[in-house]
């Protein structure tokens, strides 16, 4: 069995937190879901940059 660091699934984390935070703006904001994902983008390519920069991936 492979650890989470060697799966394939290893980068969808960041699509994930990306797509909640895309609901949470979209939610607490009055912007359209248009902006809200990209928002929501931006946010997960900034948590994977950290990552990548720390040495974690």
């Known amino acids: 069995m492979k650890s989470f660091r060697e799966s394939r699934w290893r980068y969808s984390q960041f699509v994930v ?3 909640l935070l895309a609901g949470l ?3 607490l904001s009055p912007l359209g879901w248009p902006a ?3 928002v929501g983008a ?3 390519l900034a948590y994977f ?3 990548k920069k720390r ?3």
């Open 42 to 44: 931006l946010l997960g």
């Open 55 to 57: 040495g974690v991936i």
């Open 25 to 27: 703006v979209k939610w």
């Open 49 to 51: 940059l950290f990552e």
């Open 36 to 38: 809200s994902l990209g």
């Open 17 to 19: 937190l990306g797509l």
